[in-house]
């Protein structure tokens, strides 16, 4: 894969990822999915990094997974292994290009899709999605997974899966439930009607609508405020809120208290406590 379709750059503690392919509006091969993975795990651990934007160029944030032969040809390659010309020259561990076993496509979503939002979930660092235009499918997905939505005003929200008769990936049958109520998420899958940046803001799946213009700024003021807190608290934050929809409230609670009792000896949370007595503003250093 070119290293410009996925552009990372690193300023002011903030990793800004841009997805680089507006020709095909983004949508995502498998090479650009394991750098995005690779990229999020290595913002997730380098103490340099204390927040992370999502975005892409062009009309598009993510149009999903690249089914026009990018995607499709990668994942169908990762799974087979050619044989040679005749059927007969076969061995028994081998099988024919294209042709699929049980298991292959459960394996493909998991190690794909599935590891890719999870890679965002997982990411201990706050992660702002700056939606730029249409974000559909698994891109629709990966801009969910993200702990903050900005949209610009032309972005569009579709779950396009139903169009192609397929069943929705990258975790949206667990997100967008969370997100909107079963019934919403839903009408949303079974019909893929596309949703308005305005409409997304309205249903709780977007923090704020800007004008197309802004998004970037937006995009830079927020991180930077982000990249100025405690970021241990707050990836103790992430891991509470996200632990907490599946939790009941025996288990919410000792999670909380377990990540107080982390946190308090973290040099930013006596930073706090010290800046407060003193009637000064925190300087957070990240540790």
Not at 59 to 83: I, S
């Amino acid at each position: 894969m070119p290293v410009s379709e996925v552009l990372h750059v690193v300023d002011g503690q903030v990793a800004y990822l841009t997805l680089n392919r507006p020709e095909a509006l983004n949508a995502l091969t498998p090479a650009q999915r394991d750098r995005l993975i690779q990229l999020f795990g290595e913002a997730s651990t380098d103490p340099d990094v204390r927040a992370v934007v999502l975005t892409g160029t062009g009309r598009g944030f993510c149009a999903g997974a690249d089914l026009r032969g990018g995607a499709g040809a990668g994942e169908r390659a990762a799974g087979e292994r050619v044989a040679g010309d005749g059927a007969g020259e076969r061995g028994a561990g081998e099988r024919a290009a294209g042709e699929r076993v049980a298991g292959d496509v459960a394996r493909m979503i998991r190690e794909g899709a599935q590891r890719l939002v999870a890679a965002v979930l997982d990411c201990e660092k706050p992660v702002i999605a700056a939606v730029n235009g249409t974000a559909a499918g698994l891109g629709a997905h990966l801009a969910l997974a993200c702990d903050l939505v900005l949209a610009a005003e032309s972005a569009r929200f579709i779950e396009v899966f139903v169009r192609r008769g397929l069943v929705p990936d990258g975790g949206g049958a667990y997100l967008l439930p969370r997100l909107v109520g079963a019934r919403r998420a839903k009408e949303l899958m079974f019909f893929g009607d596309a949703l308005s940046a305005p409409d997304a803001e309205r249903l709780g799946l977007v923090n704020r609508v800007v004008p197309d213009g802004e998004l970037d700024k937006t995009a830079r003021e927020w991180a930077a405020r982000l990249a100025g807190g405690p970021t241990r608290a707050l990836a103790l934050t992430k891991q509470l809120v996200n632990a907490s929809l599946d939790s009941d409230r025996g288990t919410a609670f000792a999670a909380e208290a377990a990540a107080q009792e982390i946190n308090m000896a973290t040099a930013d949370a006596q930073e706090g406590v010290a800046s407060f007595v003193e009637r000064r503003s925190p300087e957070y250093r990240g540790r």
